[in-house]
């Protein structure tokens, strides 16, 4: 596994996926957050938040904490959500010593390999809930839907740069692990392009699976109600009984 798509390729994230592109999809998972709660959402800790695309259209007076394994996503996050604390660390094991009304894992769950992982990821968010607190989780695909197949995109930066990506989403084994393919052509300010092969070994896992951690964890679930899914991704959306 590469994965140069989070460390030396983090400053192309602006321009290949526009954060102003995320400001419907970031009010539409605050609203599920809030759909999860019996008290307002103030506060909620992002967990894999990459560039901070999504924590870029949160309202100033929600206080958000965003998280990251690799220090060169949450430098480009710092510049795009600027006052923001940011927490560079494995989700699977961070311990900030502090509660949040909610915690949102959106696009990261697949990166988490074994059944064990999500288990840790759930613990995590549990740790930082306080009583009450509704968990987020929309992982990109689960076992019963995973698919083959290839997406595209890109976009042109203010500041001269254009990139343009393909992604090739091979067949998945019988328990859900498969390979994507990333092509990245990027094109600086000064008009010279390169082009990144990078390679990620991902993993679907059962949707049985996540509602016995979440159950097992002391979560019940909840109906998120008419959207069961964004851009393919799946909600799952949990409340902290104890
Ligand atoms: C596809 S991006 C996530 C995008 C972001 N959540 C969003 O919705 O815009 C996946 C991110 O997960 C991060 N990541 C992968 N494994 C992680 C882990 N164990 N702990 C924290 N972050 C992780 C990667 O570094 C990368 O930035």
Same mark, same amino acid.
Do not use: F, I, M, N
């Given at each position: 596994m590469s994965e140069q798509a989070y460390t030396s390729l983090a400053s192309w994230w602006p321009v290949l996926? #526009? #954060?102003?592109?995320?400001d419907e999809l970031a009010v539409l998972l605050m609203g599920v957050m809030q759909q999860g709660l019996t008290r307002p959402l103030k506060s909620f800790l992002e967990l894999?938040?990459?560039?901070g695309h999504l924590g870029s259209h949160v309202p100033e007076q929600i206080e958000l904490v965003l998280n990251d394994i690799r220090p060169e996503m949450l430098e480009v996050s710092r510049a795009l959500c600027p006052g923001r604390e940011h927490v560079c660390g494995d989700l699977r094991t961070l311990n900030l010593d502090r509660r949040f009304d909610a915690v949102l894992i959106h696009d990261v769950l697949m990166y988490l390999l074994t059944p064990e992982d999500i288990e840790a990821a759930i613990q995590t968010a549990k740790r930082h809930l306080s009583p009450g607190g509704a968990l987020l989780l929309v992982p990109d695909a689960v076992l019963e839907t995973v698919q083959p197949g290839i997406a595209q995109g890109g976009g042109d930066s203010p500041d001269g740069r254009s990139a343009r990506f393909l992604e090739w989403h091979h067949e998945p084994d019988a328990q859900g692990a498969f390979r994507v393919d990333f092509s990245f052509l990027l094109r600086e300010a000064n008009g010279e392009i390169h082009q990144v092969h990078d390679v990620h070994q991902l993993q679907a896992h059962p949707y049985a699976l996540y509602e016995r951690l979440l159950e097992e964890a002391g979560f019940e679930l909840v109906d998120?109600?008419?959207?069961?899914?964004?851009h393919g991704g799946l909600l799952i959306l949990a409340k902290l009984t104890d």
């Open positions: 996926s #526009p #954060p102003q592109d995320y894999g938040s990459a560039t998120p109600g008419e959207l069961a899914e964004v």
